[in-house]
């Protein structure tokens, strides 16, 4: 499923789908059931008898989806599906993918469109100039990732003292100050951090709350890329 794809103006999308069942080979009761089945899926049962033409564009996007599944593939390839969508339309394909999955479905999403990939992607590969920067299971690569982003305190009291503590703690990088809260990288064992973190409340500083930054996959393609 390309990023941008021709269409049949003049055919309503149930003629466009058994034009293409034909070229598969899938052609009678087979395409009538395997048409309306997929209808179905891409929510546009209620369009069967519209014109090409005249669908939105997320529903010509969802119309091309149903074009590509007509002979039932066990890989799906697709460029930027969600390329030109409006919101709502982007949900709803998020989902029709999500079913696909479901059902055994392997599919290959190639996308810029980053905060959809961490939504709806298992494994992760990041290309630049020809090359994997690096591959793996979604979580597995935000796991490993989490440790670049910084910790943030909210200080109540004791400012000044979490300050020169953290500045002796060489695990302890780019500490940064701002309206009451502390950020810094900390680069060590969670056992550390938990002795930083007593470490601090012995010293009599006051801490409100305590997290590490999430990062999003934004954060780590910049990271990784040039």
Do not use: W
Not at 139 to 161: C, F, R, S, V, W
């Amino acid at each position: 499923m390309p990023d941008f794809f021709g269409v049949y103006d003049n055919l309503d999308t149930q003629e466009y789908l058994s034009f293409y069942a034909t070229i598969y080979g899938v052609v009678g009761n087979e395409a009538e059931r395997r048409i309306d089945e997929l209808l179905e899926l891409v929510d546009l049962r209620d369009k069967k008898h519209d014109y090409v033409d005249e669908l939105s564009r997320g529903m010509k996007q969802r119309l091309c989806l149903a074009r590509t599944l007509i002979h039932q593939p066990k890989l799906l390839l697709l460029d930027e599906p969600a390329s030109g969508l409006e919101p709502r339309a982007r949900l709803e394909l998020q989902g029709i993918l999500k079913n696909l999955c479901a059902q055994k479905v392997t599919i290959l999403l190639s996308s810029h469109v980053l905060k959809d990939l961490s939504e709806m992607c298992t494994n992760l590969g990041i290309i630049e100039s020809g090359k994997l920067v690096i591959q793996g299971p979604m979580k597995e690569i935000m796991a490993k990732q989490k440790a670049e982003n910084p910790l943030t305190m909210k200080i109540i009291e004791g400012h000044d003292t979490a300050i020169k503590l953290l500045k002796r703690i060489p695990e302890v990088t780019n500490i940064a100050s701002k309206e009451g809260s502390i950020s810094f990288h900390f680069y060590g064992e969670e056992s550390k951090e938990a002795e930083l973190l007593s470490g601090l409340i012995a010293s009599g500083v006051s801490i409100a709350s305590y997290k590490r930054e999430e990062g999003t996959l934004e954060e780590i393609f910049l990271r990784l890329t040039k």
